[in-house]
């Protein structure tokens, strides 16, 4: 393992960590707005927190593999490498992660964010995190050195979107979820209602944006599909949230990048005791793994039983109405997709096999 040092540049105290865990430090050693942990290595990752009136979120990026070429050309001014970003709140929860591909850089993110949902939360408390993470985007980018503008990106990005409290699109929505109550009891008796985000009733969704990307060889015009998944909780009387989102890149462009627009989503009401990955394998049955996406291997023309960024898509919005598929050989067979270089109908959507998939999927 190797062994980093997160040194705060407000006071100077230092925290130990091993492989990028960071022991994080409490509010009585920061101060108030923005801190920096560690922006020593642009190539590895940063880490921060921010202070506001004694309540605490951190910001931790990571940098992963290298875009395919034909990602890289169609988006110069955004970030090379598959970028990861998170939001963890004082109690070292994650709420909000961005994956860059189908795992996180960092492995030991999987294991931590799978905890943080099963943990118990504060539904009002969540709101407020949501608001101070965009503070913290803000100031972060604010401040970051010149050789970690890959990350200055993407924590810019997030800053500019409106908090869930504050979206009136997603005020509405939980209006409308609200209006349909889970169970009382779980299926074995359990109680229904609790503050929690995992163990209890949960309403999962997936958000699918797609946008064309340029030619390479004989391909253009092909489509490009990412995903912002997001999870409302049921407090008793009311879905609150969302508590909860991973924004999945799908190795290019995210969901809100440039030429990038909403198509459609997928949901299947509430859900006792399940989570949104977006995995389809490890943990030997893919369920609870906290990785993402179709965890076969990744080539952005779908050759040698590798998987492309629309099987990724077509995964995670079947996963929110579904649930998860115990195997890696997921297939959804559906007509009437959006088009893209390769148009067949039917299209076929996998995990595991090659099949020129170039289209964006309907959400089922």
Same mark, same amino acid.
């Given at each position: 393992? %190797?062994?980093?040092?997160?040194? +705060?540049?407000?006071g100077g105290l230092l925290v130990a960590g091993c492989s990028g865990v960071a022991?994080? &430090? $409490?509010?009585?050693?920061?101060?108030?707005?923005?801190?920096?942990?560690d922006v020593k290595d642009a190539a590895w990752g940063a880490n921060a927190a921010?202070?506001?009136?004694?309540?605490?979120?951190?910001?931790?990026?990571?940098?992963?593999?290298?875009?395919?070429?034909?990602?890289?050309?169609?988006? &110069?001014?955004?970030?090379?490498?598959? @970028?990861?970003?998170?939001?963890?709140?004082?109690?070292?929860?994650?709420? !909000?992660? @961005?994956?860059?591909?189908? %795992?996180? /850089?960092?492995?030991?993110?999987?294991?931590?964010?799978? /905890?943080?949902?099963?943990?118990?939360?504060?539904?009002?408390?969540?709101?407020?995190?949501?608001? +101070?993470?965009?503070?913290?985007?803000?100031?972060?980018?604010?401040?970051?050195?010149?050789?970690?503008?890959?990350? %200055?990106?993407?924590?810019?990005?997030?800053?500019?979107?409106?908090?869930? *409290?504050?979206? &009136? /699109?997603?005020?509405?929505?939980?209006?409308?979820?609200?209006?349909?109550?889970?169970?009382?009891?779980?299926?074995?008796?359990?109680?229904?209602?609790?503050?929690?985000?995992?163990?209890?009733?949960?309403?999962?969704?997936?958000?699918? !944006?797609?946008?064309?990307?340029? =030619?390479?060889?004989?391909?253009?015009?092909?489509?490009?599909?990412?995903?912002?998944?997001?999870?409302?909780?049921?407090?008793?009387?009311?879905?609150?949230?969302?508590?909860?989102?991973?924004?999945?890149?799908?190795?290019?462009?995210?969901?809100?990048?440039?030429? @990038?627009?909403?198509? =459609? !989503?997928?949901?299947?009401?509430?859900?006792?005791?399940?989570?949104?990955?977006?995995?389809?394998?490890?943990?030997? %049955?893919?369920?609870?793994?906290?990785?993402?996406? =179709?965890?076969?291997? !990744?080539?952005?023309? *779908?050759?040698?039983?590798?998987?492309?960024?629309?099987?990724? /898509?077509?995964?995670?919005?079947?996963?929110?109405?579904y649930g998860d598929q115990n195997n890696i050989s997921f297939s959804v067979q559906?007509?009437?997709?959006?088009?893209?270089? $390769?148009?067949?109908?039917?299209?076929?959507? *996998?995990?595991?096999?090659?099949?020129?998939?170039?289209?964006?999927?309907?959400?089922?």
């Amino acid at each position: 393992m %190797t062994k980093r040092w997160y040194s +705060l540049l407000a006071g100077g105290l230092l925290v130990a960590g091993c492989s990028g865990v960071a022991q994080r &430090p $409490g509010a009585i050693d920061l101060q108030e707005g923005i801190n920096l942990l560690d922006v020593k290595d642009a190539a590895w990752g940063a880490n921060a927190a921010y202070k506001e009136s004694g309540r605490l979120v951190f910001i931790e990026t990571r940098v992963g593999s290298l875009k395919p070429e034909i990602y890289r050309n169609d988006a &110069p001014n955004e970030p090379a490498y598959e @970028m990861d970003l998170r939001f963890v709140d004082q109690d070292n929860h994650t709420f !909000y992660v @961005m994956r860059g591909g189908d %795992t996180f /850089a960092d492995p030991t993110w999987a294991q931590d964010i799978a /905890a943080s949902r099963h943990a118990k939360i504060d539904f009002a408390a969540r709101a407020v995190d949501f608001k +101070l993470a965009q503070k913290a985007a803000t100031a972060l980018g604010q401040v970051l050195p010149a050789s970690f503008k890959d990350h %200055t990106f993407h924590v810019t990005q997030f800053a500019k979107q409106l908090v869930p *409290s504050e979206d &009136p /699109a997603m005020i509405a929505k939980t209006a409308q979820i609200s209006l349909t109550p889970p169970p009382a009891v779980g299926p074995n008796g359990e109680q229904g209602y609790g503050s929690y985000n995992n163990g209890g009733y949960e309403w999962l969704e997936t958000d699918k !944006y797609s946008g064309s990307t340029g =030619c390479a060889f004989w391909i253009c015009a092909a489509k490009h599909s990412a995903t912002i998944q997001w999870s409302w909780s049921w407090n008793g009387s009311a879905a609150v949230g969302p508590t909860f989102a991973i924004n999945a890149n799908n190795h290019g462009r995210a969901y809100n990048g440039s030429g @990038m627009g909403y198509d =459609c !989503y997928s949901n299947g009401g509430w859900y006792w005791a399940r989570t949104i990955t977006g995995s389809t394998a490890g943990s030997a %049955t893919g369920s609870w793994d906290g990785q993402g996406a =179709c965890q076969t291997g !990744y080539s952005w023309s *779908s050759n040698n039983n590798a998987h492309l960024c629309n099987d990724d /898509a077509a995964y995670e919005l079947w996963e929110a109405k579904y649930g998860d598929q115990n195997n890696i050989s997921f297939s959804v067979q559906e007509y009437g997709t959006h088009g893209g270089a $390769g148009t067949s109908n039917p299209s076929t959507f *996998s995990c595991n096999y090659p099949n020129g998939d170039w289209n964006t999927p309907n959400c089922p």
